[in-house]
């Protein structure tokens, strides 16, 4: 069955702690930590002393998403206070692409670094988390394929990272297509997880696809009852 991972950027942050355990109590199967660093994408969110926090109130798993250039500095942090998952972006070392307003999305350079993602994969993994792979909108998901080996979990960004309640976009589907076929013909096992736009509205169609973990953001934050949203989701 999908699992839900409710976002807690877009929780209410006056009461942090409440909303938390809310999602807990309603059925919630992780808690999604969105990790900013105002480089990478532009918005600063928190870092590891608030998932500490999370993590001290919350017995779900925590996965950490380092929306970061330099996750490598960083991601230490995170393995002290034993989230569960660990994911960074393929892009890291790519190449920054303005799309206005004042934002920007990173893409791959021409030569994805593989030697510091693989390093980077198995330095998570030897310190008892899983490693995920997170991939921006941008990127093809043939560029990402030949490095899931190394990975237990597959992140696909369905926005451009950065910001809560963007309108989902509907080219993932393919790639999360893609990857579902891909993980059976090699007989792999990471999750796929997707997060962007995830709702009510789209959530069967992506699980149809072969999404195995959904984060909800706004869409679970400001639902009226957590608990219906989850049994909805899970129906």
């Known amino acids: 069955m999908v699992k839900i991972a409710p976002s807690v950027l877009a929780a209410n942050f006056s009461r942090l702690g409440e909303e938390i355990t809310a999602a807990e109590k309603a059925g919630a199967d992780m808690i999604h930590l969105d990790i900013m ?19 001290s109130i919350c017995a779900l798993p925590h996965d950490a998403h380092l929306m970061m250039t330099d996750p490598d500095t960083h991601i230490d942090a995170f393995i002290r206070i034993k989230v569960e998952y660990i994911s960074f972006h393929i892009e890291i070392g790519g190449q920054r692409v303005d799309s206005g307003n004042g934002r920007w999305v990173y893409h791959t350079s021409k030569v994805i670094d593989e030697n510091r993602i693989r390093s980077l994969a198995t330095r998570i993994r030897m310190a008892g988390c899983k490693a995920g792979l997170a991939v921006n909108p941008p990127t093809e998901m043939v560029e990402a394929l030949p490095l899931l080996k190394e990975f237990d979990l597959l992140l696909l960004m369905s926005v451009n990272p950065g910001f809560a309640g963007q309108a989902f976009m509907p080219e993932v589907i393919g790639k999360i297509r893609s990857a579902a076929e891909y993980r059976k013909v090699n007989g792999l096992k990471f999750e796929i997880m997707v997060d962007g736009g995830v709702g009510l509205d789209n959530s069967k169609e992506l699980v149809k696809a072969g999404a195995d973990i959904l984060v909800a953001g706004n869409s679970f934050f400001r639902s009226s009852d957590y608990a219906e949203f989850v049994r909805k989701v899970k129906a």
Do not use: T
Request: proline letters at 5%; a neutral charge; zero cysteines.
């Open 37 to 55: 660093d105002g480089h990478f994408v532009p918005n600063l969110s928190f870092g590891a002393a608030i998932s500490a926090m999370s993590k």
